[in-house]
């Protein structure tokens, strides 16, 4: 079973406006991260955050983590037509296990020019 | 390109026929993963080594697929008498050993099988 959910499944947004997207998972965790996926390729680790970090940022990327709700959420600012893609959170498959990690349905993001 | 390579990048087969896949992880690498992704869906884990040992298999990986990595760099992954709901897009990741905190797997571009 998939222990993170996406949300929403798709976004679509005019060029130059901010994306968020969120990602929700059940039990606890270490770390979390997002990846991204362009059509029909495979996946690009864009940033991983640990559980005693609150907020961390990479270029136009601001990614949140509340480990009280369970949450994360996806900034992407200032978005390009080339930002268009799926993105995924990817979460531990339990509390103390890192070797694997399960990821969400993914937000479909399509940033129009 | 030091990245993870994924052979062949597209595979069509016949329903009951065999077929076998090869990734080559980034060098340095000790951990390899394998994903089966479907239409829609986000990547669902099949197997991981850890160098050549095979530490955790899906349930999803039934008896007709198996993985190796015989000397602990590239590994194979067969799927005998395929079916058709084996069509799916094939993903091997690559990363260090993770230690406290994770770390981030390097994804290959993926073997996308069709089986008709």
């Known amino acids: 079973s998939q222990q993170g959910e996406e949300d929403p499944q798709a976004l679509s947004i005019q060029e130059g406006e901010n994306a968020t997207m969120n990602c929700s998972y059940k039990?606890?965790?270490?770390?979390l991260q997002w990846y991204r996926q362009n059509s029909g390729r495979g996946l690009v680790h864009l940033i991983l955050?640990?559980?005693?970090?609150r907020e961390k940022h990479s270029g136009r990327l601001r990614v949140t983590l509340d480990t009280s709700k369970k949450s994360s959420s996806l900034l992407i600012t200032a978005s390009r037509a080339a930002d268009t893609a799926s993105y995924f959170c990817a979460t531990p498959m339990n509390s103390g296990g890192y070797q694997k990690v399960t990821f969400g349905i993914g937000t479909k993001l399509q940033v129009i020019p | 390109d030091t990245g993870v390579s994924q052979d062949p990048r597209h595979k069509i087969t016949k329903r009951g026929q065999n077929v076998t896949f090869r990734c080559d992880p980034i060098?340095?690498?000790?951990?390899l993963y394998w994903y089966r992704q479907t239409l829609g869906q986000g990547p669902e884990f099949l197997t991981y080594?850890?160098?050549?040992?095979?530490?955790?298999k899906s349930r999803l990986l039934s008896d007709r697929f198996s993985a190796e990595r015989p000397k602990g760099s590239f590994s194979t992954l067969e799927i005998q008498r395929t079916e058709q709901g084996d069509s799916a897009m094939y993903l091997c990741?690559?990363?260090?050993?993770?230690?406290?905190?994770?770390?981030?797997?390097?994804f290959g571009p993926g073997t996308r099988l069709t089986v008709t």
């Open positions: 039990t606890s965790i270490n770390n």
């Open positions: 990741a690559s990363s260090l050993n993770p230690g406290t905190g994770g770390s981030e797997q390097y």
């Open positions: 955050i640990r559980s005693n970090e």
């Open positions: 080594f850890q160098n050549e040992a095979q530490l955790e």
């Open positions: 060098s340095e690498h000790n951990r």
